[in-house]
């Protein structure tokens, strides 16, 4: 059996990571799964979904850091909406990731957050949480 659940996360700035946590934790409630899966995707081509640190809130920022400079707003793109940044930074997060429930609670390392990754923001988000009981 699987359950589906759709969140709306805001963001508020050009380029952030919001901790998705709550989000999963909640899904895994309403589910009722004790054992299973749980996938957390973004639909979006300019947002992705990683797991990251959670302890120092500067891991969040170098990660903003270090995609900017690895993936700039170049003038020399020429997508029309001026957001490749956002899609190459997207392409190389990713779109999803998956975590173990386990008796009822998702299994993270000690420092471990899901994050879904703004590139285009701000904005209105949609992230879906799949349940898989198994």
Request: hydrophobic share 35%; charged share 20%; with cysteine.
């Amino acid at each position: 059996m699987s359950h589906l659940f759709q969140y709306q996360i805001q963001t508020s700035g050009k380029q952030e990571f919001v901790t998705l946590d709550s989000y999963i934790t909640d899904a895994i409630a309403k589910s009722k799964v004790m054992d299973g899966i749980v996938v957390v995707y973004c639909p979006h081509t300019t947002g992705g979904i990683t797991i990251n640190e959670n302890a120092d809130p500067d891991v969040k920022r170098d990660l903003c850091t270090g995609l900017s400079k690895t993936f700039p707003n170049d003038k020399d793109y020429v997508h029309f909406e001026g957001n490749s940044d956002g899609h190459m930074k997207s392409s190389v997060i990713g779109a999803s990731e998956t975590l173990i429930i386990e008796n009822g609670t998702p299994i993270f390392g000690t420092w471990q957050s899901v994050y879904f990754a703004e590139f285009d923001g701000p904005r209105t988000r949609t992230v879906y949480i799949k349940i898989i009981e198994g």
